[in-house]
């Protein structure tokens, strides 16, 4: 959880007005379909409504108390922010941005001056669609403002620190020329991990190309890969270079190479260590100048014990090696990833969906055994088959409530009082985000409303202390 920074309390958060309270304002602000921010003077987040959570994937929780500057430069929420520019100004201005989920949004942020003329506050109205207004925008305000932007890698999504440290480790391998080996299981993100590597090195110009290792035929896989000259065999009627010639300067990623054929495995270790090959028929080795990206969601290291893969080939292509963490365990990920597929198939098929509060809670139990892959998958099917504007539980697979993982996993208590303890706290506050109300909480877990109102205080406040 981020860092909070203390802040003052706002007015209206002290007083009524209009005969509002401000949790009833707030909950009527957070019903808003377009985002609401409000900034103090200096850079710090009063409030968010939670229009947030489709935008960013954090929770109101985490965005209030967040510093701006953080934002901009750790979680790269959004580019070309539009704050700076109102401080420095002190008039409205309106920004189109992207959020890193990948949603253009159109921000308009307003200051709120003073008796003096000094910002008191900023208030962010961040809308998904763009509307024409009689507000200048930051380019035709100015040119540019000196703010260094730092972008989320692209198409990583992610709030964990598991896949900040596997993005770091890319990051450090990324110009350099010895092979890399990037395992985890299906579906976890191999191959766009091998793509950011790519993207991030002095090769980036060149050919990024894909091989995956299951789907060549064996008797075909040496000429696909490295070519082979006219004649060499029947049906050879010209020379035709291999994907060894095709990235040529650039990255040759080799996914699944737990399927290369056992045959093929000794000219591989060849290319790949005396950076050479010969095409198929020819007599002639041509100098392979590649960099080689493997990839697999098998233990190889094990494979090579067993003599199922070749243990030469296995330690000349682990001289770096990257493990992708399964989404089942980066829970933190989850939230973000479904919103940005929701947003991603809600573009692609003319379809905006919202989440309901007891559907996202579900999806964020599933134990997820397929990865980012099936999440993808899910959320497109969600967005095309679901006729309401609102995807609710009643609209999951049944799969999922088959797959989610046992109520007692993770709790991790030595004693059962105390374990006993975890789950009555686990089964409150899911009841709470499944139906609000101590009323509805109590009828859906069979308890009274009194007990329900205790229980319910009591796991808040020790969330809170």
């Known amino acids: 959880m981020p860092m909070r920074v203390k802040y003052r309390i706002p007015p209206w958060k002290k007083t009524e007005h209009f005969g509002l309270d401000f949790k009833t304002f707030a909950r009527l602000i957070d019903s808003l379909h377009d985002e609401v921010i409000i900034y103090d003077d200096n850079y710090r987040m009063l409030y968010v409504n939670k229009a947030c959570e489709r935008h960013y ?52 942020a307003t200051p709120i001056l003073d008796a003096k003329g000094n910002i008191e506050y900023v208030v962010l109205n961040v809308r998904d669609s763009v509307h024409k207004r009689q507000i200048p925008s930051l380019d035709e305000l100015e040119h540019s403002l000196d703010i260094e932007e730092e972008t989320h890698p692209e198409n990583f999504i992610y709030h964990s620190q598991a896949m900040e440290n596997v993005v770091q480790s890319a990051r450090k391998i990324a110009n350099l ?51 082979h000259v006219k ?17 040529s300067g650039g990255t040759l990623f080799l996914d699944e190479i737990s399927e290369l054929p056992f045959t093929m495995q000794a000219k591989l270790l060849h290319a790949v260590q005396e950076n050479e090959y ?16 493997a990839a697999s969601n098998r233990n190889l290291e094990r494979m090579a014990a067993a003599g199922a893969f070749r243990q030469d080939l296995f330690f000349r292509l ?93 709790i991790g208590h030595s004693t059962l009082d105390a374990a006993m303890e975890a ?20 009828a859906a877990l069979g308890i009274s409303q009194s007990r329900a109102s205790r229980l319910l205080r009591k796991y808040t406040e020790s969330n809170e202390s």
Request: charged share 20%; glycine share 6%; aromatic share 8%.
């Open 231 to 247: 004649g060499a065999f029947s049906g050879a009627t010209n020379t035709r270079g291999g994907l060894f010639a095709k990235a």
């Open 423 to 442: 789950v009555e706290k686990k089964i409150i506050l899911d009841a709470q985000v499944m139906h609000g109300s101590t009323r509805k909480i109590a």
């Open 57 to 108: 994937g954090f929770t109101q929780e985490e965005m209030v108390g967040l510093p701006f500057w953080e934002v901009i430069s750790k979680h790269a929420a959004w580019n070309r922010p539009a704050l700076p520019a109102v401080y420095k100004y002190k008039r409205p201005i309106k920004q189109e941005q992207k959020t890193y989920l990948g949603l253009d949004v159109l921000t308009i």
């Open 177 to 227: 020329t010895a092979p890399c080996l990037l395992l985890g299981e299906s579906g976890c993100g191999k191959s766009l991990l091998a793509k950011f590597i790519h993207a991030n090195s002095t090769r980036k110009d060149k050919p990024f190309v894909v091989v995956n290792c299951a789907a060549i035929p064996e008797q075909l896989f040496e000429s696909e890969l490295f070519g």
């Open 318 to 410: 682990n001289v770096f090696d990257i493990t992708i963490p399964p989404l089942r365990d980066r829970r933190d990920d989850i939230v973000p990833l479904l919103f940005y597929f929701l947003n991603h198939y809600g573009k692609k098929h003319g379809s905006s969906k919202s989440l309901s509060p007891e559907a996202q809670s579900l999806l964020c139990q599933h134990s997820w055994p397929g990865n980012i892959r099936e999440l993808a998958h899910l959320m497109e099917r969600l967005v095309v088959t679901t006729e309401e504007d609102t995807i609710s539980i009643d609209h999951l697979p049944t799969t999922l409530y088959q797959t989610t993982p046992p109520l007692l996993d993770g």
């Open 278 to 293: 010969r095409p198929v028929g020819s007599s002639q080795t041509v100098k392979a100048n590649v960099r080689i990206l």
